[in-house]
């Protein structure tokens, strides 16, 4: 795929590989709160938050979690008053960074990832600044180590269900379709037994750029960082960041 960027396979084995588990519940519990008010709180009626459980039981978080995190959404226990905010800017090597939070205070989280990105040779810049550079995706990726898997025939079958393309790298497979088509993909594949590392409505880059050596680690740096507040849900990037720099920023 043209607008493919190494980013979102990095982050997800980084992520797989992170401790820090606290965290993540923290931002996964606000995204099925979220679903849940504003689609009710069952999800055979709601896929936003269908898909924010699956993501949440991927991810090993407890069944209490989750269902606390669903009465708040409800309305059923008391929940902050979170809001959807994206952040969009610049990182080194040119790079486009498109950043969604969720948030109760807005001025607290501007100033925070205002912050990070002057820190780490980034700026943030303003609305629309960089959006334009990336689609509305689904993308489905199956872990190549995990599963031995015949790329043809599932790319045929993927195909033949709805999907718009498909990526390949060295560990993962992306099968790539419209936001509409992506429940219906993912259980026409799930039907014939494939397994998912990560199911997501994403954003993908149309056009990626390529970040010089000397810059890798600074770019590499800025999206953890960014990662790393509390308020980020998710992180989007089109620098194709070099891999010997990526093993030094491990």
């Not at 982050?11 to 993540?24: N, P, S, V």
Request: with cysteine; glycine share 10%; net charge negative.
């Amino acid at each position: 795929m043209a607008g493919h960027s190494k980013w979102a396979n990095i982050k997800h084995r980084k992520g797989k590989e992170d401790a820090r588990r606290g965290q993540l519940f923290t931002k996964l519990a606000k995204q099925i709160t979220l679903a849940a008010r504003e689609g009710g709180g069952d999800p055979e009626s709601n896929f936003r938050l269908r898909l924010a459980m699956d993501t949440a039981r991927n991810n090993n978080m407890p069944n209490d979690n989750i269902e606390r995190a669903i009465k708040r959404g409800t309305g059923e226990l008391e929940s902050e008053n979170l809001e959807e905010v994206i952040y969009e800017g610049y990182g080194p090597g040119g790079m486009a960074v498109l950043v969604e939070a969720l948030t109760d205070n807005r001025n607290r989280t501007a100033s925070d990832v205002r912050h990070v990105f002057s820190k780490h040779g980034g700026s943030l810049g303003e609305s629309g600044c960089v959006a334009w550079m990336f689609e509305k995706k689904g993308r489905l990726a199956i872990d190549k180590q995990a599963a031995a898997v015949d790329e043809d025939a599932l790319m045929l079958e993927a195909i033949e269900n709805g999907a718009e393309d498909i990526e390949v790298d060295e560990e993962y497979i992306g099968i790539i379709t419209a936001p509409g088509d992506f429940e219906a993909v993912k259980k026409a594949l799930e039907s014939s037994g494939y397994k998912f590392d990560d199911a997501a409505v994403t954003m993908i880059p149309t056009n990626t750029v390529e970040i010089p050596q000397d810059k890798s680690v600074q770019a590499l740096r800025l999206l953890e960082a960014l990662e790393d507040l509390d308020d980020i849900q998710e992180v989007y990037a089109n620098g194709d960041i070099d891999e010997e720099a990526l093993l030094e920023g491990a």
